[in-house]
């Protein structure tokens, strides 16, 4: 009994792992691409502005 704990905890632990993975991938794309938007949006209302940041 103590071994298919220990195999259902692992594969729980895998699963686990690969979802907070793919949760963190979408959390990144989804600031980068605001970021990017963000900064176009910037560049149209005051392209000084973003030249003095670059």
Do not use: C, H
Not at 8 to 17: D, E, K, N, S
Not at 22 to 38: A, L, S
């Amino acid at each position: 009994m103590e071994s298919f704990a220990a195999a259902v905890f692992a594969i729980a632990t895998v699963l686990a792992t690969k979802a907070l993975e793919k949760t963190g991938e979408n959390v990144g794309q989804v600031v980068w691409d605001n970021t990017n938007q963000f900064v176009e949006s910037l560049r149209n209302q005051s392209p000084d502005t973003v030249t003095a940041f670059a």
